[in-house]
């Protein structure tokens, strides 16, 4: 069946320091939605991408979609302690856009 | 204020017992949906609904059912026959099937002993 495989699993960084995780799917997309969970919480929605090869920012936050449409990575520069939290990517399955997720990357800041 | 709600946030249960989970939402949303989060996985869907009185299985039904009786609700039920219910369950929902972002409710904890 149809994967979305997110790396890596956790990423310890300096605070300052970036940090990226990467989304892959084994189907072509035909978009691609990424989310914020804080420790504890529910994951919160940052932002949907749609076209081939499309680039959002938000802040310090840089999100791209392939140019297949298979693959999507967020990019975070100068993490700050608000950053703090697992980033999931999740693409539709079938025709009633049914998400499947990736296993999420953790986000930690080294003390 | 607008959103989801679940309750209760965390819940303890002995082996055999049903147990139901809330989830309300006043954003006048037609597709609702539930969600298993487990550590260090994402999150796979147990059921949805597009609409009232209408729901689908998503990729791990077996041992739970839900039911769409009223637009802002859709319980779910944990049977006994679920056999590792221990987890995080997420409620979810949108504006309709298609390319909308999903709102979560808070999540509710279940713990089977």
């Known amino acids: 069946g149809q994967q979305v495989m997110q790396i890596p699993q956790y990423q310890h960084v300096q605070e300052g320091e970036d940090f990226t995780t990467y989304c892959n799917s084994s189907t072509t997309l035909s978009n691609i939605q990424w989310y914020k969970q804080r420790p504890g919480g529910h994951p919160v929605f940052l932002i949907q991408?749609?076209?081939s090869g499309e680039v959002k920012k938000q802040k310090r936050l840089t999100f791209q979609f392939g140019e297949a449409k298979k693959n999507s990575s967020l990019h975070i520069t100068a993490t700050q302690t608000t950053d703090v939290g697992t980033y999931f990517c999740a693409g539709p399955v079938d025709s009633n856009y049914q998400l499947i997720w990736g296993a999420g990357t953790k986000l930690i800041i080294k003390p | 204020d607008g959103g989801i709600t679940q309750s209760p946030k965390y819940l303890f249960r002995k082996e055999g017992q049903n147990v139901t989970l809330s989830c309300e939402q006043n954003?006048?949303?037609?597709?609702m949906y539930w969600y298993r989060q487990d550590p260090g996985q994402g999150l796979r869907l147990i059921y949805y609904?597009?609409?009232?009185?209408?729901?689908q299985k998503g990729d791990i039904a077996e041992g739970y059912s839900v039911s769409r009786e009223k637009k802002e609700s859709f319980p779910l039920t944990v049977t006994s026959a679920q056999k590792n219910p221990t987890a995080f369950y997420l409620c979810?929902?949108?504006?309709?099937?298609?390319?909308?972002?999903?709102?979560f409710g808070p999540g509710t904890r279940l713990t089977v002993t």
């Open positions: 991408l749609v076209k």
């Open positions: 979810a929902s949108s504006m309709g099937t298609g390319p909308y972002e999903q709102y």
């Open positions: 609904s597009q609409i009232v009185n209408d729901f």
């Open positions: 954003l006048n949303h037609d597709a």
